[in-house]
Every structure is written in C-alpha cells, then in structure tokens.
C-alpha cells in the first residue's frame, strides 16, 4: 500500500489482479484464433493471410489484424507496439506491447 497526502493506493490488490488475468486471457484467445473458426462469431481472430504471405507482407497483415482486433473485441487494452523476431527460418514470432486503457 502506498499513501499520498491521506490518499491510499493498494497495488495489486484482488480486483486488479483478476482484471489483468481477465484481459491478458481475452488477449492471448484473439491472436491465437483464426478469423472465421469460432462458431456464432466469425469475425473473431486473426487474419488468415497471414500464414501464407511472405514475412514481409505478413507483419503488416498481423500488425493491422491485432490492432483492429483489440479496437472491436477488447476496448480495454491497446497496442503500444508490435515488434517481430525471426528464428533463423522463414518464422516470424510477433511481440505484442499492450496498454491498459482504464475503461
């Protein structure tokens, strides 16, 4: 706990904990689901073109996909930053950046 002229701040107290878990676990569910697979809600998932692309067009297909999957499906987290790595091989591994929008 942390006190500010009389103002106590709890971190990490149950509320936010479970908050994170609630988006990080909606997170994780968009962008490993494929647009089109999720019965009832088909709009739900990334980008299929994704995997056949070339890396280059591939980055910027899973860059606009996440970005308009957050904005449509989980309002609050944004994207700060998407970067790619690459194991040697024609695989590309995202890194999703993510900010808590407070709503």
Do not use: H, W
């Not at 006190?3 to 988006?23: A, F, M, P, S, T």
């Not at 990080?24 to 968009?30: A, Q, Y």
């Not at 308009?68 to 944004?78: G, N, Q, T, V, Y």
């Amino acid at each position: 706990m942390l006190v500010i002229d009389g103002v106590q701040i709890i971190i990490n107290n149950v509320y936010e904990r479970k908050l994170r878990e609630e988006i990080l676990d909606k997170v994780i569910f968009l962008l490993t689901c494929i647009k089109g697979t999720i019965p009832m809600n088909r709009e739900i998932g990334l980008d299929p073109d994704i995997i056949s692309s070339p890396p280059y067009i591939a980055r910027n297909l899973y860059t606009i996909s996440a970005i308009e999957l957050f904005d449509k499906f989980e309002p609050r987290a944004s994207v700060e930053e998407i970067s790619f790595e690459s194991n040697g091989i024609e695989n590309i591994i995202p890194k999703v950046v993510l900010t808590y929008n407070g709503e």
